[in-house]
């Protein structure tokens, strides 16, 4: 059988680390923060079909998409303001904020034309988007404005804020004055919500009250007491069946998303909770009456989609999900961000999902066609790894909770835990499941030992009582930590890989016993993982020692040894029918190795960081691989003539630069810089430019070559000019070409450029910041100077 060649099929990256979330009007699209960008996520595919990002890789700080869902607009560290066409990915306008820190907080009316911005400056600032300039400049708050909310009927022309002194402040936009400050709050005021008359407010805060607000008389009319530090509240829609969820009567009813991590349904008149969202979990009452404010589960957003009548929230955890009223049943659910990937495998019949650990007390259950998620609750602690039994529609997780758990995914996808145990005394950090059939599991824990855990015939069905399980056996394994253990194709071996720089072979007899065969040394580090391979009596081992090796299960002799990481090597599995190996490594890189010429045949520069997670699909035919930088990889078996494409085009990439390299030596600049343009690399562009400028006559040369260009090269260069211009370091390369192009060409030649304008506009504030930039150098160097010459005359005096 021929060997595999993998290649990127699709991935699972984090698109959201935290900061503002916004779902459009039409509600079809999820707008989330993601450093430099905005993430914009299509609820129906679980795909990010929009990526806005600064080209100055600031973060942003906060962002506002208009209520008709045309226009985006966004703020950044750089004290900038952007107004995107958001579908296209394209900057439309840019300018400054004139906020003198960052922006915090941003918000549009219900025309789309007036846009409010809050400062960490303690100003609000009111935009006209159409006219394009600054209406109001609103002053009072004290500290950062981190809340700004239009009053929903435009005619009042009002603004509520709320900042550090935990006031609600109502502007009047016609007089530019706070009418008045809403006082109730002791602590951070995080969200309002109105009546569909406008004469209602509730507002939320941190202090674990709600207030419900007379709009008219700009009175509490009631404190509701809600025992959570709350950051979301809605006020449920009138004239809708929502007994399901306890509203009995005609009264005002407000739900509210904190740090306990349920929805919670109030009724305003009598202060009572009407209905408390139940969660599959583990925890005891006692403590979730303990639960921090910062627990993975508590929620930080809470959104009502009145068209598909819904809610959304958002979690600490960067999840989304999302509920169908009136029965709050979750209808959808979203990973923003998977912080470390610890383990992750294939599952279901067709392997169309991945369960994944990551550094979290949950799982995670992908389905690959929609990237939609479901998480299991059920671990108290940090889940460690995981393997799926060869059916693959049952598998097992075990984790620091001590404990180990088995799950089952029915027909429809749905997965719920059947079975749990625990009898380990520390972490459990490897576990292998029987392969002939389910019937039994092995876990190896810190503890140094291994544990044979029977599962009964047939699992409890739903709504039964979890299966209880208990080891069989138990052997002091190792003298350290358990890293790893792996059952034969036969169900009648073991084998256990320790921190202990071993490698131990053991029986598994039908009465429950385990036995030792034998002990593979030659490790000179620990061992971080051992696989038997499907048809030969061989068992490989990985190490961090960098080195993968073979070993002979008869005589226990070292066979092969494969070395090419240069980092711990993590993982290792058997792929091709037991020809081939992969293995994964620290270093970020996962190797394809045939075992009959010992030869890398394929470096897959897979992440940024440590592959935890290495699992082939049982057809051979793709890999999933998971990593320490929260990046999720599936991976495809490719032909030998879509090999073949993808060399030629890496070929012609390298053939490019080196022939760039070459007419850069021979100073042919304009043949150099039209081809560093046709690669459409920015960097490798400001290469040539730089190149230009080093030598004798450098203004004069970059004229002369710059002005022989094709125009739709031209047009490229203002682009780059653009990006290059975001940074200190490149900027006065960007000035020079700029410098070129606007002296030489007439302004209406320049406006007819594709997208002239928004380059142009986008120039302007840094190249304002650079000379501002400037200008303080040249003060503190006269300044400097200043202080050299009296320092020479008080010398020369004393001498």
């Not at 960490?120 to 500290?143: A, E, F, P, R």
């Not at 088995?406 to 029987?434: E, F, K, L």
């Not at 070129?740 to 302007?764: D, F, K, M, N, S």
Request: charged fraction near 20%; glycine fraction near 6%; hydrophobic fraction near 35%.
């Amino acid at each position: 059988m021929a060997g595999h060649t993998y290649a990127v099929s699709s991935k699972i990256e984090p698109f959201y680390k935290g900061g503002k979330v916004q779902i459009s009007k039409d509600e079809k699209y999820i707008f989330c923060t993601c450093g430099s960008r905005v993430n914009v996520l299509e609820i129906s595919t679980g795909k990010i079909v929009h990526c806005i990002e600064h080209d100055d890789q600031e973060d942003i700080t906060s962002f506002a998409l208009s209520c008709d869902d045309e226009m985006l607009v966004t703020a950044s560290r750089a004290l900038l303001l952007k107004q995107w066409d958001w579908r296209q990915a394209s900057c439309t306008r840019s300018w400054r904020a004139i906020h003198t820190i960052p922006v915090a907080s941003m918000t549009f009316d219900s025309t789309s034309t007036l846009l409010a911005t809050g400062g960490c400056d303690g100003t609000i600032k009111l935009w006209d988007v159409v006219k394009q300039y600054c209406t109001h400049n609103l002053k009072g708050s004290s500290g950062v404005v981190h809340l700004v909310e239009f009053h929903p009927d435009i005619k009042r022309l009002q603004l509520f804020s709320s900042s550090l002194d935990c006031g609600i402040r109502l502007w009047d936009l016609r007089s530019s004055q706070c009418l008045v400050v809403l006082q109730s709050h002791y602590s951070a005021v995080t969200s309002l919500s109105f009546s569909p008359d406008g004469d209602t407010m509730v507002s939320s805060g941190r202090d674990k009250i709600c207030t419900v607000w007379d709009l008219k008389t700009r009175q509490a009319k009631r404190t509701v007491p809600v025992y959570e530090a709350v950051e979301g509240v809605v006020l449920l829609p009138e004239n809708t069946d929502l007994s399901e969820i306890g509203v009995k009567s005609k009264d005002l009813h407000f739900i509210t998303a904190g740090s306990k991590g349920v929805l919670r349904v109030w009724e305003a008149s009598s202060a009572r909770c009407v209905h408390t969202q139940s969660l599959p979990s583990t925890l005891t009452s006692e403590e979730e009456e303990d639960e921090e404010q910062d627990s993975p589960r508590s929620l930080t957003y809470l959104f009502h989609l009145p068209e598909s009548s819904r809610l959304a929230t958002v979690t600490a955890e960067h999840n989304i999900l999302l509920y169908q009223l009136p029965g709050l049943s979750t209808q959808q659910q979203f990973v923003g961000y998977s912080d470390e990937v610890l383990d992750v495998k294939f599952l279901g019949k067709g392997d169309t999902h991945i369960v994944v650990a990551t550094n979290s007390c949950q799982l995670k259950v992908f389905e690959l066609l929609t990237n939609s998620c479901q998480i299991l609750y059920g671990h108290t602690d940090t889940v460690l790894t995981l393997d799926v039994f060869r059916k693959g529609s049952l598998f097992a997780s075990c984790a620091k909770d001590r404990g180990v758990r088995v799950w089952q995914m029915d027909g429809d996808g749905q997965v719920r835990c059947v079975a749990q145990g625990c009898s380990h005394t520390n972490a459990v950090g490897s576990i292998s499941c029987s392969r002939m059939k389910a019937s039994f599991i092995v876990t190896g824990s810190q503890d140094c030992t291994v544990k044979v855990w029977d599962l009964p015939a047939e699992f409890p069905t739903a709504g039964e009582e979890i299966h209880q399980l208990t080891a069989r056996a138990t052997e002091k394994a190792h003298d350290k930590d358990v890293n790893s253990v792996a059952v034969s194709p036969n169900d009648k071996l073991l084998a256990s890989g320790s921190q202990d720089r071993t490698a131990k072979l053991w029986s598994l007899s039908g009465d429950g016993t385990v036995g030792l065969l034998g002990v593979f040394r030659g490790h000179r580090r620990g061992v971080w993982a051992v696989c038997f391979s499907p048809v030969d009596q061989v068992l490989a081992s990985s190490s961090a020692d960098g080195t993968t090796k073979l070993w002979g299960l008869q005589d226990f002799s070292c066979l092969k040894t494969f070395e090419g990481h240069d980092a711990s090597v993590l993982k290792v599995v058997f792929v091709s029918r037991g020809t081939q190996l992969l293995t994964s490594g620290s270093d970020g890189l996962v190797k394809l190795w045939t075992i009959k010429t010992n030869e890398c045949v394929k470096t897959l520069d897979a992440h940024q960081d440590k592959v935890w997670g290495l699992h082939p699909s049982r057809k051979d035919d793709r890999m999933v691989t998971g990593s320490a930088d929260s990046n999720i990889t599936v991976w495809a078996d490719v032909t030998e003539e879509e090999l073949a494409e993808e060399q030629a085009k890496q070929e012609d990439q390298i053939l490019k630069q080196q022939e760039l390299s070459n007419l850069l030596h021979e100073k042919k600049y304009l043949k150099a810089l039209g081809l560093a343009i046709s690669l459409d690399q920015p960097h490798t562009v400001l290469t040539v430019i730089k190149a230009i400028r080093e030598g004798e006559n450098s203004s004069q040369l970059l004229e002369k070559t710059v002005l022989k260009l094709r125009v739709d090269q031209k047009e490229s260069l203002l682009r780059f000019c653009a990006v290059w211009n975001t940074n200190a370091r490149n900027c006065q390369d960007a000035q020079a070409v700029l410098q070129v192009l606007l002296t030489h060409l007439p302004p209406e030649e320049l406006l007819q450029y594709q997208g002239a304008r928004t380059h142009l506009e986008g120039l302007i504030p840094y190249t304002e910041r650079h000379m501002q930039r400037i200008g303080r150098l040249l003060q503190a160097s006269m300044f400097l100077n200043y202080m050299w010459q009296k320092m020479r005359v008080a010398g020369a005096t004393s001498g």
